[in-house]
Antibody
Framework: EVQLVESGGGLVQPGGSLRLSCAAS????????MSWVRQAPGKGLEWVAN????????YYVDSVKGRFTISRDNAKNSLYLQMNSLRAEDTAVYYC???????????????WGQGTTVTVSS | DIQMTQSPSSLSASVGDRVTITCQAS??????LNWYQQKPGKAPKLLIYDASNLETGVPSRFSGSGSGTDFTFTISSLQPEDIATYYCQQYDNLLSFGGGTKVEIK
């Protein structure tokens, strides 16, 4: 079964850091672009970052550039999101998602995790 | 950055009604557009890719059309299980989502 399982969410103070993880199984992880997508409470979906199959290309939404870092470990079938200098507006459910086919460019996501909740508050 | 504008933001329709949602891109994105369904408390689900292709296993009452800057998503006969929020997403330049359309039963 193709599966993504996120972990690492929690409550953190403004200015703090958190590292999210996503464990992939049931498919060849190293063949796919991977993304993080978030959803603030009661709000819509926002793409946060994505990373190419070999980690050589990484892209971010402007609001997290310089604060968040996406990475992957293909040997461990894992995706990560290091979040620093967290702000209240980063409060959201964070989803890990797989691109819908193995491509040289991201084309959207067909497999999603269940999400992990990040709350930034003092 | 490419902005995606969805309308309406919410709608109420009766079971069996035809439901149409539009999505407009701020620039030409060819057919690089997907549609997702999200039910409360759940992860999004891909329904339509490349503007008009139905994802495997998705009921045929869902369809998509359009290219360039204007796109349409249609539910031909609304069912109770279709209650959800629907999002368009472009992948011509990075990724970005529309604001969503919440579909309710009248």
């Amino acid at each position: 079964e193709v599966q993504l399982v996120e972990s690492g969410g929690g409550l953190v103070q403004p200015g703090g850091s958190l590292r999210l993880s996503c464990a992939a199984s049931g498919f060849t992880f190293s063949s796919y672009w991977m993304s993080w997508v978030r959803q603030a409470p009661g709000k819509g979906l926002e793409w946060v970052a994505n990373i190419k199959q070999d980690g050589s290309e990484k892209y971010y939404v402007d609001s997290v550039k310089g604060r968040f870092t996406i990475s992957r470990d293909n040997a461990k079938n894992s995706l990560y999101l290091q979040m620093n200098s967290l702000r209240a507006e980063d409060t959201a459910v964070y989803y890990c998602a797989r691109d819908r086919y193995s491509s040289s460019w991201p084309v959207g996501m067909d497999v999603w995790g269940q999400g992990t909740t990040v709350t930034v508050s003092s | 950055d490419i902005q995606m504008t969805q309308s309406p933001s919410s709608l109420s329709a009766s079971v069996g009604d035809r439901v149409t949602i539009t999505c407009q891109a701020s620039q030409d994105i060819s057919n690089y557009l997907n549609w997702y369904q999200q039910k409360p408390g759940k992860a999004p689900k891909l329904l339509i890719y490349d503007a008009s292709n139905l994802e495997t296993g998705v009921p045929s009452r869902f369809s998509g059309s359009g290219s360039g800057t204007d796109f349409t998503f249609t539910i031909s006969s609304l069912q109770p299980e279709d209650i959800a929020t629907y999002y368009c997403q472009q992948y011509d330049n990075l990724l970005s989502f529309g604001g969503g359309t919440k579909v309710e039963i009248k």
